[in-house]
């Protein structure tokens, strides 16, 4: 649009995770360790992976009905971007699903924008909390032949985490900021399950998998 492109796009990559924290550990179950009852009760080994990872940068959006990039910026390929208010975007997700971030930071551009209303990010999305467990014993026939089972846990604790954010504020009209898809009426009643600022994705609940394997 004009010569302050890079001004507008520098910002950290899509990618970016600012913290990432990850544990594991090997313990085996102290047990009998001598005798015929060792074939059976001894060598248990229960393992594990723990990881927390921040968020991914995350910016809102905004739709308003018949109005494109070239109404807004006078250009067909750049667009504008959504205007802030001065209120308090804060970290852009929270425990509530129909609450993640704070819809009222945000406001629709003016015409002649040129796509410096808001940074390329203002938020992140939710972070990640797993903790993948196993138990696993192997029984030992031969020098070469043995047995293994193992049973895996993954998302063990069965933890909530959520995936996807809806971002997009759907404006009345370009002279009418009203936003017209909040989860929320008037009185505080939940009439859109789907609205802005709701979560449109969780990952994966807890999986059980057992695995035997035999070598040779």
Not at 50 to 72: D, E, K, M, V
Not at 87 to 114: C, L, R
Not at 118 to 147: G, I
Not at 159 to 171: M, P, Q, Y
Request: proline content about 6%; charged content about 15%; aromatic content about 12%.
């Amino acid at each position: 649009i004009d010569g302050r492109d890079k001004e507008a796009n520098y910002g950290p990559l899509s990618f970016n995770r600012p913290h990432t924290y990850v544990a594991s550990f090997v313990y085996e179950i102290p047990g009998v360790t001598s005798g015929p009852a060792k074939f059976i009760a001894g060598g248990w080994q229960i393992s594990g992976n723990y990881r927390w990872l921040h968020g991914t940068p995350a910016n809102a959006a905004f739709s308003i009905p018949g109005i494109g990039n070239i109404n807004l910026t006078g250009s067909g390929t750049e667009g504008a971007r959504i205007a802030l208010t001065g209120a308090e975007i804060d970290k852009g997700w929270s425990k509530d699903p129909y609450n993640q971030f704070n819809v009222a930071a945000f406001t629709a551009p003016k015409q002649g924008s040129i796509g410096l209303e808001s940074p390329r990010y203002t938020m992140s999305n939710p972070p990640t909390s797993v903790l993948d467990l196993s138990l696993s014993k192997q029984f030992r026939f031969t020098e070469k032949q043995r047995f293994e089972i193992r049973l895996d846990a993954f998302n063990a604790l069965n933890a909530v985490n959520f995936s996807g954010v809806n971002r997009t504020l759907n404006f009345a009209s370009l002279t009418d900021s009203t936003i017209t898809n909040l989860p929320y009426n008037s009185s505080g009643k939940l009439t859109n399950q789907n609205g802005v600022g709701t979560i449109s994705g969780v990952r994966a609940p807890r999986q059980l998998q057992l695995v035997c394997r035999f070598y040779f």
